[in-house]
């Protein structure tokens, strides 16, 4: 049993509890049973009593699962991150997380200032990854994380990259830059990643995509709440790490100089250079670009969903 599936567990019993010591005792019901064999409208009162206890105890049921369960369960455009650390420099807050479906990489950054740490996860399956316990092998410059032998490169003192497989199926890199004693830093902070997971839980979603293209990954990125970004890309499977199409919704207004008019999503929007864009009701703006004809941009940004409870609540915090 997990600690929100026990808690759920403890809040249910605890208000079971509450309504048992409400409840009258086994004389008082038997008096209203004998009263409701002369009067009729009693036993019907007591029916809705029972009627409320149930709806009572399911209510609690329901409000603690919606309270205590996560926003984990991967879905189309929201990717679960699978690994965190569980140490930072001091100064460091989250700005950036990435994901997609199949051996899309894992992407989480951290900022403070110029100074950037990156925590990357990439797949085994992946051709690029494939080979990595054999490069590992082969690297004189070896630590150890975990338990596990990784390899250090690019170390200038204030950067440096470790890289350990976690197990057979992933591969995990800590990047850190513009630190001093790089190093000592990025092997602190990969000795304490754990397996816990995370979620991305931007404000848009793909709808149809044109043929021969899926979804690629999802990204949120700011300094904060206030200037949140989300990022949807699209690939052609037989290409996947290069973005055929790109969707953002942010704050900032495009530069639509010399733009083409155009409809979308039910009024005016703009096209130039291979970008369509379009206010949202929200005030914010959302572009679709891409090397496609622009029919297909603008079928883009008419499909795609909204989503109006976006998580930007862990931006610029130092852990989440």
Request: proline letters at 7%; hydrophobic letters at 40%; charged letters at 20%.
């Amino acid at each position: 049993m997990t600690r929100s599936e026990h808690e759920t567990e403890t809040l249910i019993r605890d208000s079971l509890d509450r309504l048992a010591t409400r409840a009258p005792d086994g004389r008082a019901v038997r008096d209203a049973l004998a009263r409701a064999g002369r009067r009729r409208r009693p036993a019907t009162k007591l029916a809705l009593v029972a009627a409320a206890v149930v709806v009572l105890v399911a209510g609690v049921f329901v409000g603690t699962r919606v309270l205590t369960t996560p926003d984990l369960d991967a879905a189309a455009g929201r990717p679960v991150l699978g690994y965190s650390p569980g140490w930072l420099p001091d100064g460091f807050t989250e700005q950036y997380r990435e994901g997609g479906p199949g051996t899309t990489p894992q992407v989480r950054r951290w900022f403070a200032g110029p100074a950037e740490v990156t925590l990357s996860v990439y797949s085994t399956a992946d051709p690029e990854w494939s080979q990595t316990e054999l490069r590992i092998a082969s690297i004189r410059d070896q630590v150890l994380v975990r338990g596990r032998v990784a390899m250090v490169t690019g170390d200038t003192g204030t950067a440096a990259l470790i890289t350990w497989l976690a197990d057979a199926e992933h591969v995990l890199t800590a990047r850190v830059g513009g630190v001093p004693d790089a190093r000592e830093v990025a092997l602190r902070i990969a000795q304490g990643v754990t397996a816990t997971p995370v979620g991305v839980r931007g404000e848009l979603r793909f709808g149809a995509l044109p043929a021969g293209l899926t979804e690629r990954s999802a990204a949120v990125g700011g300094t904060g709440p206030a200037d949140a970004s989300t990022e949807l890309t699209a690939a052609d499977p037989a290409r996947p790490s290069v973005a055929a199409v790109r969707v953002t919704a942010s704050a900032n207004p495009p530069g639509v100089d010399g733009a083409t008019p155009v409809t979308v999503r039910g009024g005016q929007g703009f096209f130039v250079a291979g970008t369509v864009a379009v206010r949202l009701p929200s005030g914010r703006w959302l572009t679709v670009s891409g090397a496609r004809p622009e029919s297909e941009l603008i079928a883009v940004a008419n499909g795609v969903q909204l989503d109006p409870a976006p998580d930007y609540r862990w931006l610029g915090r130092a852990t989440s």
